[in-house]
């Protein structure tokens, strides 16, 4: 229509599982390739010990044994709360092996939080990490009557449902294996609840057999071993995240080695790096945008940031190069020579030997994905939500095209509406939400985000839908595109941008702790009190140039014309972020009402 492209299908690579669910999985790789290792544990010396298939059968029956003994019934729920550790997917396979639909519940949730969850999936036992999530748990028990267990990792709950199971024959769990098939329901993954009360998606094991076997069949380099170097990861996002979940599934269906990190802090999670050495990674914008702020920092403390800046554009500048064709020779010289001095930094820092990143959950920008191209490690950047298993889309291998979330995944078919909805059709594409018999799922899933498809089939996601902001001039703007972009500097912790009915845009601005200790320490201001700091004329200054080279994304009429810098953060406790770092607008815009209100009433810049 008119050039336009507003449909595109990409053809699957994997089909259907004719029978079985995900519970098959640790026992078919048992009896494939016994002494591979598939996953690896971290003793507490911070050792890391390879576990093989055999041994992680071993596990998973006696554990399902357990469960099954304790009684828990074919199809009932089981909750799991804790970080990302080893215990959480043994407990979700033997769950899986036993018949159980597993329901994730994330770390930091609050108590009401959890006992929506629990109460709506009608959970009957919830197993938590530590004392901490045992208490939070215990104080709702009065409120949640169909929870019949609480198991506690850390004070030896796995150990005990093993022992509870002992008496039990195998073929218990085989029989219940068995039984289940791809249509069967394998988890309840709750969205984030960004706009209201979070709802369960419903998703089957043949949901999940048609993301990650298309996932391992198109990202061939990513997860099967092409070197003498068997491809392995840690995954250190939360597997109650659709997309963690996803990729640990589809680590243990194409048996690369999983290790897990149970903590984002920079200082364990470099050290968990620096142990298991992975060969890629899965990771969030964020956690990019903070291993290259922390490389700038490093650089400009040790007097050499003007070097790692044109280090950076000539990465950027080799990056834009290879989705076009092929560097020239002045440009490849030039990256060679940074390389031992400057990316090579960077690698050590993601353990090494990481060649590739699996990047979702927001987009990474264009300038971002140039800069690790460049640096040596080829992104993979995906679109997806948790009604379609994780990714719906993704960069195909040798054919990047930056600032683009890829084509869809092999299966699956892009349509845009009308008013410019991302519409998503494939098996991967959820049976609907738990307990909501309105707004289920139809032909087309409608994702409530706004993208164009080009020539070529690569989709570009530009914002939300319910996010979109007119101005009282009637001018369209997309949210999104803005606030990435402030978000990459290493000063911007989140920053809102606002101007629904208003005469211009603006902007809410946080600072991010790390880069605002670096700012404090390079400018000799550490005893400044953080309320001065916001209006201090240098800092204003440096994210006033952030402003403006965002600015350049858009049309005059949508640039941020004013900000203002907050003293505090965002933060999931005081309700302005989702667990997964989504922000909460209207809860932001209703906190800070003052400070939005100030920002239009006084004068404007030009």
């Known amino acids: 229509m008119g050039g336009v492209v507003r449909e595109v299908f990409v053809p699957a690579l994997a089909g259907p599982p004719a029978s079985g669910s995900l519970g098959d999985i640790p026992f078919q790789n048992a009896r ?33 044994k357990g469960l099954i003994a304790e009684g828990l019934a074919e199809g009932d729920r089981l909750a799991i709360m804790a970080r990302t550790t080893y215990e959480w997917t043994l407990l979700d396979f033997a769950g899986w092996a036993a018949g159980l639909v597993t329901v994730p519940i994330y770390p930091t949730s609050s108590a009401l939080q959890a006992r929506w969850i629990i109460h709506d999936s009608g959970a009957v036992a919830c197993a938590v990490e530590d004392t901490v999530q045992a208490r939070l748990i215990s104080a709702e028990r009065a409120n949640l009557p169909g929870l019949a ?28 294996r068995a039984a289940r098939t791809p ?3 394998a988890t309840l993954v709750y969205t984030s609840g960004t706009t209201g009360t979070p709802k369960g998606c419903v998703l089957t094991h043949g949901n999940f057999h048609a993301e990650v076997d298309n996932a391992v069949e198109l990202l061939h380099p990513v997860f099967r071993s092409v070197s003498t170097e068997p491809a392995s990861t840690l995954l250190f996002l939360p597997l109650s995240h659709v997309f963690g979940r996803m990729v640990a599934v589809g680590c243990l269906r194409a048996r690369v080695k999983l290790g897990h990190a149970p903590s984002i802090g920079t200082e364990e999670l470099l050290a968990d790096l620096a142990g298991f050495r992975p060969t890629f990674l899965l990771a969030i914008p964020y956690v990019l945008e903070k291993v ?48 031992p001095l400057v990316y090579r930094r960077i690698r050590a820092a993601l353990g090494g030997r990481v060649r590739y990143v699996l990047s979702g959950g927001s987009p990474l920008g264009r300038r971002l994905a140039a800069f690790y191209t460049g640096a040596g490690i080829d992104v993979f950047e995906g679109y997806g939500l948790t009604e379609t298993t994780a990714a719906s889309t993704v960069t195909p291998p040798q054919r990047p ?11 699956t078919a892009v349509r845009i509406a009308d008013d410019g909805e991302v519409l998503l059709r494939g098996r991967h594409v959820f049976a609907g939400y738990w307990n909501v018999s309105a707004h289920q799922p139809g032909e087309w899933l409608a994702t409530g985000d706004i993208g164009e498809l080009d020539a070529d089939g690569y989709l570009t996601i530009t914002g939300r839908k319910k996010d979109m902001i007119i101005t009282s001039g009637g001018k369209n703007v997309a949210p999104a595109p803005l606030e990435d972009w402030l978000r990459a500097h290493p000063l911007v ?36 009190p ?49 667990p997964s770092l989504k922000l909460r607008r209207g809860a932001i815009a209703r906190d800070y009402e003052g400070e939005i209100d100030e920002l239009y009433r006084a004068p404007r810049t030009a």
């Not at 190069?321 to 940074?338: D, I, N, Q, W």
């Not at 095209?401 to 299966?411: A, E, K, M, N, S």
Request: glycine share 8%.
């Open 292 to 339: 290259y702020n922390t490389a700038r920092a490093t650089a400009e403390k040790m007097g050499r940031a003007s070097s790692f800046d044109r280090a950076a554009r000539i990465a950027q500048r080799y990056g834009e190069t290879v989705e076009g064709g092929k560097p020239g020779m002045g440009l490849r010289a030039a990256r060679a020579l940074y390389d």
């Open 493 to 528: 912790g989140q920053c809102l941008v606002i101007g629904d009915n208003r005469p211009y845009v603006a902007a809410l601005v946080t600072l991010e702790p790390d880069g605002l200790a670096h700012w404090r320490q390079m400018h000799k201001k550490q005893d400044v």
């Open 149 to 176: 267990h609480l198991w506690e990792f850390d004070t030896g709950a796995l150990a005990r449902l093993v022992k509870a199971g002992e008496h039990l024959p195998d073929a218990i769990v085989h029989a219940r």
């Open 32 to 64: 494939e390739a016994p002494r591979e290792a598939v996953l690896a544990r971290k003793d507490r010396d911070g050792v890391w010990h390879d576990v093989t298939a055999a041994e992680f059968a071993r596990e998973v029956l006696a554990v399902a």
């Open 401 to 411: 095209r930056l600032g683009t979330v890829g084509w869809p995944l092999p299966g």
């Open 530 to 578: 953080i309320r001065e700091l916001v209006t201090d004329p240098e800092l204003l200054a440096e994210l006033q140039r952030a402003v403006d080279e965002a600015n350049k994304l858009v049309s005059r009429a949508e640039s941020i014309r004013r900000f203002t810098v907050l003293p505090g953060e965002f933060s999931e406790a005081r309700g302005h972020l989702t």
């Open 183 to 185: 249509e069967s329901v």
